[in-house]
Each structure stands twice: as C-alpha cells, then as structure tokens.
Nanobody, 113 residues
Framework: QLQLVESGGGLVQPGGSLRLSCAAS????????IGWFRQAPGKGREGVSC????????NYVDSVKGRFTISRDNAKNTVYLQMNSLKVEDTAVYFC??????WGQGTQVTVSS
C-alpha cells in the first residue's frame, strides 16, 4: 500500500524553524522526484521545493531560497524540509508528493506571533 505521511508541522513564531518530514511506504523515495507544496488559505497550491531522484538535485521557489532546505534520507525512506527564518506568509498546509502523482495528506504550518 502506497503511503506518504507528512509530519512536523505546528505553530511557530516569526523567525523560528520547523523541520517537516515526508515518510514513504510501499515505494522507494530515492527512485522518484519528490516535491514539497503548500496551500495557504484562499490561495492555490504552490510548489516550494523538489529533489530529483538520481542526482538529488534540488530546486526552490524564490520566496524560500536561502531559508528552506530539502534533503533525503534513503535509509529512512524519508524526505525532509528544513524551514528556517519562517515568515507569517509561510503559513500554509504543506504537502509532499511523488513525481508519479501520489500525494500525502498534508501538515499545517502556522507562523504567528
């Protein structure tokens, strides 16, 4: 059974950090491109970052460059999104997705003072 389970979301103050996890079961993450997406209230879904399957090449949307880092632990079959210097505008539900179109259920990130 295919599963992608996100965790690590929560409430954090501006300037704080969170690390999101995307744990896979039923398939091997390193064989697929994995992306992190987010959807803020009243807005469409936005691509945040992705990591390629073979080379591990990473990409980021301009608004998070220098603040977010995507990484992959093949032994744990998990992709992470380290989020530093969080801003109020980072508030959203964050989803991970595999390149073949399988999505997790999302985890809420709220940045507020």
């Amino acid at each position: 059974q295919l599963q992608l389970v996100e965790s690590g979301g929560g409430l954090v103050q501006p300037g704080g950090s969170l690390r999101l996890s995307c744990a896979a079961s039923g398939f091997t993450l390193e064989h697929h491109a994995i992306g992190w997406f987010r959807q803020a209230p009243g807005k469409g879904r936005e691509g945040v970052s992705c990591i390629s399957s073979s080379t591990g090449t990473t990409n980021y949307v301009d608004s998070v460059k220098g603040r977010f880092t995507i990484s992959r632990d093949n032994a744990k079959n998990t992709v992470y999104l380290q989020m530093n210097s969080l801003k109020v505008e980072d508030t959203a539900v964050y989803f991970c997705a595999a390149g073949f179109g399988f999505w997790g259920q999302g985890t809420q990130v709220t940045v507020s003072s």
